[in-house]
């Protein structure tokens, strides 16, 4: 008679507190929660901790429910695969609970992996568990992360951050990339993907990837015309994107516009625009088969030597080199 063995479940730990920001903890479980419907073997078991077992409330007044308090997983034997610390604005409440601060430290010695998304970076650190290790956190915390605690080098400018058996991610959606990332550890990445397109995530981000996109990092423009020209950019790279063009478009003189824009943005129209032609091209290089070549044309560069001047600039490599470490092509 054949025994069918059943793996025992990846147990993850989600650790959560008032104040916490929903989507850090609602994006990751269902990363895992779609994983395991895929058939991923382990499959993932999620517990939600507090630091009572009484539920807690989320920055939006939503209510999650508590598997078990910190203090009795703390003092358990419990297996932990996986223990993640969400953020949100009751971090700052969370960081004055030394009780609290303690059973996350004591529970994290049981763990083979320890994780946090947003500000939960923040706890980990307080507990003393990301000394010596590489992090990142939502970008309006890095810098005070960084001088809050030197012994922890903090990556401002990442989706997310694998350090050893720690993983850090930036702010609210990264979660999402974080796990992700954890199941293309634990499963491969052709069960990444496919759980990625179950949730409809159109490209699994790299953590070597910026936080912000070209859009984001500029700052947006107050004057109508100036903002309207740059949400078109982003549609438009491969046409011609002169100073002249972009000022016509604006009914200004070229002068009027140069200037006008800079001032909105913190950022010229020249470097605006190669700003969101260098990213199109990531995309394409980490999404298609195409040549270096035709990528720089889709994106309105007339050379491949330009693409790799721009590339050289701003990311310190090559696309040839990005594409090796960055595709996300099913193998």
Request: hydrophobic content about 45%; glycine content about 8%; overall charge neutral.
């Given at each position: 008679m054949m025994v069918t063995m059943t793996a025992a479940p990846h147990n993850v730990?989600?650790?959560?507190?008032?104040?916490?920001?929903?989507?850090?903890?609602?994006?990751?479980?269902e990363v895992l929660r779609t994983a395991t419907r895929l058939g991923a073997s382990p499959p993932y078991r999620t517990l939600v901790t507090t630091p009572d077992g009484q539920p807690v409330r989320s920055e939006s007044g939503v209510s999650v429910a508590a598997d078990v308090s910190l203090a009795a997983l703390a003092g358990s034997g419990d297996q932990i695969d996986t223990l993640v610390v969400v953020g949100g604005d009751g971090t700052r409440s969370a960081r004055l609970d030394r009780r609290f601060l303690a059973d996350l430290a004591t529970a994290a010695k049981r763990a083979d992996r320890i994780a946090s998304v947003c500000t939960g970076a923040w706890l980990l650190a307080d507990a003393g568990l990301l000394d010596g290790y590489e992090a990142t956190t939502h970008w309006g915390s890095c810098d005070a992360l960084a001088a809050g605690h030197p012994g922890v080098r903090v990556l401002p400018d990442r989706i997310y951050?694998?350090?050893?058996?720690?993983?850090?991610?930036?702010?609210?959606?990264?979660?999402?990339?974080?796990?992700?990332?954890?199941?293309?550890?634990?499963?491969?990445?052709a069960i990444a993907h496919e759980v990625a397109g179950w949730l409809v995530v159109f490209v699994q981000r790299p953590g070597g990837q910026s936080q912000f996109s070209a859009q984001l990092r500029a700052q947006r423009a107050t004057t109508t015309s100036i903002a309207?020209?740059?949400?078109?950019?982003?549609?438009?790279?491969?046409?011609?994107l002169a100073v002249d063009d972009l000022a016509a478009r604006t009914g200004m003189s070229p002068r009027t516009f140069a200037r006008?824009?800079?001032?909105?943005?913190?950022?010229?129209?020249?470097?605006?625009?190669?700003?969101?032609?260098?990213?199109?091209?990531?995309r394409l290089l980490e999404t298609?088969?195409?040549?270096?070549?035709?990528?720089?044309?889709?994106?309105?560069?007339?050379?491949?030597?330009?693409?790799?001047?721009?590339?050289?600039?701003?990311?310190?490599?090559?696309?040839?080199?990005?594409?090796?470490?960055?595709?996300?092509?099913?193998?």
């Open positions: 730990v989600v650790v959560a507190f008032d104040g916490l920001q929903l989507l850090d903890l609602a994006g990751p479980v951050v694998h350090d050893r058996d720690r993983w850090t991610s930036a702010g609210v959606t990264a979660g999402v990339d974080l796990f992700l990332a954890l199941v293309q550890a634990d499963h491969g990445a309207e020209l740059q949400a078109w950019l982003g549609e438009h790279l491969d046409e011609s006008a824009f800079r001032r909105e943005t913190g950022t010229t129209p020249a470097v605006f625009v190669e700003g969101l032609r260098v990213e199109a091209a990531r298609t088969d195409l040549t270096v070549a035709a990528v720089a044309g889709r994106v309105g560069m007339k050379h491949a030597e330009t693409l790799h001047r721009a590339f050289h600039r701003r990311l310190g490599t090559t696309p040839d080199r990005y594409r090796q470490h960055f595709s996300r092509r099913a193998s």
